[in-house]
């Protein structure tokens, strides 16, 4: 038997999880989960029961409407940490994507075989085939650069510490030009600072707790280094590096050093909007885009995410809206790995909802977020463009 939670069994997380809605089981909602904790506890290694608590996206919904605020995704990640490193649907991929997440070469030679895989396959492969799909991420991408070199910049420009995420630092250059030139619009110069880690954030959701608290003490050592704002360009980096106190809750000594970091964490959205140079560039409306919410800001720093804003603010953006509002995309980190027929479902219902608002642009601020739109995109055989913000951003300015 397990310990009783104080899960009141209301239902109301079954009214918002984006799996229940597709498969329909009881078990894939958050109150499913937890009786099976109260009944089983932690010590049941069943593959159905792993299985169960990998159908997660952990996109935080539940919590977020639970009437006794129970951390939802804090007692699945402690289900998933009594498992093996490779267990659950898919585990090994799962595992092995971890790894290279953890790996800057691993990640670079990544980059530049899709790069290459899409230049010489992608139009030869068929509509539907999945690798096609894959390599989607990687269009439009320039060749890998070693961002960490920063940039020529005028000497009156001010030095940013800069937390770029695995993506635009390895995986999509575009993406980091796209960051670097934008925040030179408003006179700052991007520092990366040496030792750099992923934020931890699929391996903290795997439940291999270890690999996360390395990360992160990597992490918190690298950006001690520097004092002043630390601008955080990837929502669900920044809703990571937001939690390390808590991570480390259980040592009081890097519990602090978090809390020291954490506290100078800016995202680049709220940062920009704070600033005085943050004004309209343009009259009209040119340009429809539809702004994907970042489940992380969404549910778990409400109202800290201005993108939305700023689009409105440059006069030069209509902002389309779905009726029912803000969605999840299905990509939930390495859950599009290891489910990804619910995770295409999810997606797709939402690409073929926000293309019949025939949108210009989809953008958003989280990169696994931007990853699963250019493959909805493609698999939906739109030619719609999908970019980070901050290249949408500073696009809007060189062309005000």
Same mark, same amino acid.
Request: charged share 20%; hydrophobic share 40%.
């Given at each position: ?180 030139? =934008? ?6 110069? @991007?520092?990366?600072? !040496? +030792?750099?880690? #992923? &934020? *931890? ?12 608290l ?6 918190i ?7 002043g ?5 990837c ?6 590096l ?8 259980g ?12 506290a ?16 309209a560039?343009?009259?009209?409306e ?25 689009? =409105? ?6 902002? @389309?809206e779905?009726? !029912? +509002?803000?969605? #999840? &995309? *299905?990509?939930?980190?390495l ?8 995770s ?14 025939q949108?210009?642009i989809?953008t ?21 463009r ?15």
């Amino acid at each position: 038997m397990g310990e009783v939670s104080s899960c009141a069994k209301c239902g109301a997380c079954s009214t918002v999880c984006p799996v229940y809605r597709v498969t329909g089981n009881e078990a894939h909602i958050a109150r499913g989960k937890l009786h099976l904790i109260d009944v089983l506890g932690l010590g049941d290694s069943s593959e159905s029961f792993i299985d169960i608590f990998s159908a997660c996206l952990l996109c935080g919904a539940c919590s977020a409407v639970c009437s006794r605020h129970i951390d939802i995704g804090l007692e699945l990640v402690k289900a998933r940490a009594t498992f093996s490193s490779h267990a659950g649907p898919h585990g090994y991929e799962k595992y092995l994507m971890r790894k290279v997440l953890d790996s800057p070469t691993a990640l670079k030679g990544l980059a530049l075989l899709g790069q290459a895989g899409e230049k010489l396959l992608a139009s030869r492969l068929p509509k539907d085939s999945g690798l096609r799909l894959r390599l989607a991420l990687f269009a439009g991408e320039a060749l890998p650069q070693d961002v960490k070199q920063e940039q020529s910049a005028p000497a009156d420009m001010e030095k940013l510490v800069w937390f770029p995420g695995c993506t635009a630092q390895y995986l999509f250059p575009d993406t980091g030009t796209g960051c670097r030139s =934008l925040m030179a619009e408003y006179g700052f110069s @991007l520092v990366i600072p !040496d +030792g750099l880690a #992923c &934020c *931890g954030l699929a391996s903290w959701t795997a439940g291999d707790t270890d690999t996360a608290l390395k990360n992160g003490r990597n992490n918190i050592r690298a950006l001690e280094k520097s004092g002043g704002d630390i601008l955080v360009s990837c929502s669900s980096c920044f809703s990571h590096l937001q939690k390390y106190p808590e991570l480390f809750a259980g040592d009081e000594k890097w519990a602090k050093r978090a809390q020291r970091m954490a506290a100078r964490l800016q995202d680049m959205s709220a940062f920009i909007k704070s600033l005085p140079s943050a004004h309209a560039t343009g009259d009209g409306e040119r340009l429809c885009v539809f702004y994907h919410d970042p489940c992380h800001m969404r549910f778990d720093f409400p109202g800290v995410d201005k993108g939305r804003e700023l689009l =409105l603010e440059s006069g030069r953006v209509k902002v @389309l809206e779905l009726a !029912d +509002g803000p969605r #999840c &995309c *299905g990509q939930g980190g390495l859950f599009h790995v290891a489910y990804p027929d619910i995770s295409a479902t999810i997606r797709d219902q939402l690409v073929k909802d926000v293309l019949a608002l025939q949108p210009d642009i989809v953008t958003t601020s989280c990169s696994g977020c931007l990853m699963q739109w250019k493959q909805g995109l493609l698999a939906a055989g739109s030619e719609v463009r999908v970019i980070h913000l901050a290249s949408l951003l500073q696009q809007l300015h060189c062309t005000a």
